[in-house]
Nanobody, 124 residues
């Protein structure tokens, strides 16, 4: 079973930036689309970003469009989330996840393997 290791979270002031990383333990990383989700206390898990196997198809949640960028390096088995212009409402635990199937989806139920999560806290 592949394992995903999230990292890069931390405390940052509003307007700042962070880059999250997610590295897969399995060499079969490249055939899978990947996604990032987040969950704030008392809220449901929210879709953040999706990237296809080749990196050519990108989808973003409405709340992060224009501020966040998802990318991947298949040679390193790693997917990234560059987060700019951070806001206090971006505070959450961020999870990377591996997508099942070949179609684009923003639904958490269609991702079968999850990282442990990394905390992002944005202060005002």
């Amino acid at each position: 079973q592949v394992q995903l290791a999230d990292s890069g979270g931390g405390l940052v002031q509003a307007g700042g930036s962070l880059r999250l990383s997610c590295t897969a333990s399995d060499r079969t990383f490249s055939p899978y689309a990947m996604g990032w989700f987040r969950q704030a206390p008392g809220k449901e898990r929210e879709f953040v970003a999706y990237i296809s196997t080749t990196g050519l198809r990108l989808v973003y949640g409405d709340s992060v469009k224009g501020r966040f960028t998802i990318s991947r390096d298949n040679a390193k088995n790693t997917v990234y989330l560059q987060m700019n212009s951070l806001k206090p409402e971006d505070t959450a635990v961020y999870y990377c996840a591996r997508k099942t199937g070949g179609w684009i989806s923003t639904s958490a139920g269609e991702f079968d393997c999850w990282g442990q999560g990394t905390q992002v806290t944005v202060s005002s």
